[in-house]
């Protein structure tokens, strides 16, 4: 009760906009009294929200603290359904884990899964994933496109293209793609994404996408120092995480529609605009050996084309990149 209470005073809130809202109103909308109505604004600035009190005009949120749980998260979210109903979990193995149940269990679309700390994150070729506690943004999106398997992977480069266009939003900063699913600043790793399915022979159930943000980490392992970043290290500040979830769904939902009404072309034109290999000498690594040449582009599928010394085009279905860096 007390939570519901919560959310709904935050929604009051939200939808402000920013103007103050007397207690009266908020009383008539919490239907309780004005007694309780101040208990309520005084449990808000203990978990954290600084509010204003003016006389006659009443309260008004004027700062929120850095929590990326359920209320934190809508308070102010702008999509239609991504995001709509999340799953918060203050620490946990896997946040992909946790969806794959989810969505099997038939949440709905948009469902996301959201924890301050992953225990046991993960990225491709189940490569694990430096994930500290409040210190990132760790979230699983559970998706249903009608759309065949194989076109899945056209997700996680969709999922790329909001997450950067997120991060300029929030930030102001430029970062780059690296096929197929990293996003880098200053050539340095900022976001990992890993698309996952649950589907048959001919029909996807459900498509989950994980993405983990290194947002506001000070330093890194040793290990990580050469090729691991964070928002804060190349911003200087500290980033409002709740806000740069918001950001990064509304963008996403805005691109998901355009691909399920138009297909992939909005998001392969994006998506090229912003990846760092275009034009460059790669490598990539494959299960089958190591190819060389220059990264052309991606196909109308997603898949990375790449022309050899030889001239010979090769179709990248999956693989590490490196970049060559010209001596």
């Known amino acids: 009760m007390q939570s519901e209470m919560r959310r709904k005073l935050l929604e009051i809130f939200s939808n402000s906009t920013g103007e103050f809202v007397s207690g009266q109103k908020i009383s008539e909308k919490l239907g309780c009294s004005r007694t309780a109505v101040w208990k309520h604004i005084e449990d808000l600035r203990k978990e954290g929200y600084e509010l204003e009190a003016v006389r006659r005009l009443g309260y008004r949120i004027t700062k929120k603290p850095d929590k990326i749980t359920g209320n934190e998260i809508q308070l102010g979210l702008k999509t239609m359904s991504i995001g709509r109903n999340v799953h918060f979990e203050e620490s946990v193995l896997s946040t992909q884990k946790i969806a794959h149940r989810l ?3 038939g949440v709905p679309e948009g469902t996301i899964v959201v924890t301050e700390e992953q225990t046991a994150g993960r990225g491709r070729l189940d490569r694990s994933w430096h994930s500290p506690k409040q210190t990132g943004v760790w979230m699983s999106l559970i998706l249903r496109p009608n759309i065949p398997p194989s076109s899945a992977p056209q997700l996680t480069l969709l999922a790329a293209v909001g997450v950067v266009q997120g991060i300029q939003e929030i930030t102001g900063l430029e970062p780059d793609i690296k096929w197929p699913n990293d996003i880098l600043i200053s050539g340095k790793k900022v976001v990992g994404i890993l698309t996952e399915l649950q589907a048959e022979a001919d029909r996807i159930n459900s ?3 994980g993405i983990g943000i290194n947002v506001n980490q000070n330093y890194f392992p040793e290990e990580l120092d050469d090729i691991a970043t964070s928002l804060y ?3 200087g500040e500290i980033i409002n995480r709740a806000e740069l979830i918001q950001s990064i769904l509304y963008k996403i939902e805005v691109l998901y529609h ?3 009404s138009n297909g992939f072309s909005m998001v392969k034109l994006l998506w090229e605009s912003y990846a760092i290999s275009i034009g460059q ?3 990539a690594r494959t299960i089958t050996g190591s190819i060389s040449g220059r990264a052309l582009g991606i196909t109308s599928e997603g898949v990375l ?3 050899d010394e030889t001239g010979v085009i090769h179709l ?4 590490d990149i490196e970049l060559v860096k010209n001596r």
């Open 233 to 235: 290290l190349q911003k």
């Open 316 to 319: 990248i279905h999956s693989a």
């Open 281 to 283: 000498k790669i490598v």
């Open 305 to 307: 084309r790449l022309e």
């Open 103 to 105: 969505a099997y269990d």
């Open 258 to 260: 355009d691909y399920l």
């Open 207 to 209: 498509v989950i996408i």
